[in-house]
């Protein structure tokens, strides 16, 4: 089955800095790569997501990057505010198959 | 907005107690899972239903077992409660549409097994 693996486990950045984290993932069928956002005691909500067919996707301050070739992807944060101190979840999963596998999770800080 | 509700946010129970956890969304989704958190380990996928009456195990569904009698509605069951099982346990819920995989979430369920 798919294997997700997210670095790094913790983040810590400067107010207005940019913070980047990154999956790798083991089987290259897989499609559909969302992030999800936790933050403290609250459940985790979608904050974008990117389709195989794309190799980048930008929502204001946030975009991701894909790179199907090695299996990677990332996402970036930029101009970080203290609201964006969370964590965050990456995910895989097949095109047409709503199970997702998910990444073990980075804990951001944004220190003011 | 989608709605997804658990029934309980925290539930102390003992070693070898049957323990019902209850899912209900109420935005007709197709998709309805069940995942447990644990720190440094993520979200780990324990069942999942694409319709009432069927079930799929995930990748940790040793323990627990699921029912789906309505479409609404997801349980999760604990057979026999163990300590190893105490844990936030997370539902979801999503469309069954290619386009729209966005999986919603419950607010978690806080268990500990004594």
């Known amino acids: 089955g798919e294997n997700v693996e997210q670095h790094p486990s913790t983040l810590s950045v400067q107010e207005g800095d940019s913070a980047v984290i990154k999956c790798t993932y083991s089987d290259s069928a897989s499609n559909y790569f969302p992030w999800y956002k936790q933050e403290l005691g609250k459940r985790p909500q979608l904050i974008i997501d990117i389709r195989s067919n794309v190799g980048e996707k930008k929502d204001q301050r946030i975009a991701v990057t894909l790179n199907k070739t090695a299996k990677h992807f990332s996402l970036h944060i930029t101009e970080t505010q203290p609201e964006d101190s969370a964590v965050y979840f990456c995910a895989a999963s097949l095109f047409g198959n709503e199970k997702l596998t998910f990444g073990t999770g980075t804990r951001l800080t944004i220190i003011p | 907005d989608v709605k997804v509700t658990q029934s309980s946010r925290y539930l102390v129970k003992r070693t070898g107690e049957k323990v019902f956890l209850e899912c209900v969304q109420d935005?007709?989704?197709?998709?309805m899972f069940w995942y447990r958190q644990d720190p440094g380990l993520g979200l780990r996928l324990i069942y999942f239903s694409y319709d009432v009456k069927m079930k799929e195990k995930g990748d940790i569904p040793e323990g627990y077992s699921v029912s789906r009698e309505k479409k609404e509605r997801f349980s999760l069951i604990l057979e026999s409660a163990s300590t190893n099982q105490t844990s936030m346990y997370l539902c979801a819920s999503s469309l069954l549409d290619t386009n729209q995989e966005t999986q919603y979430f419950g607010p978690g369920t806080r268990l500990l097994v004594l």
């Open positions: 935005m007709d989704h197709e998709n």
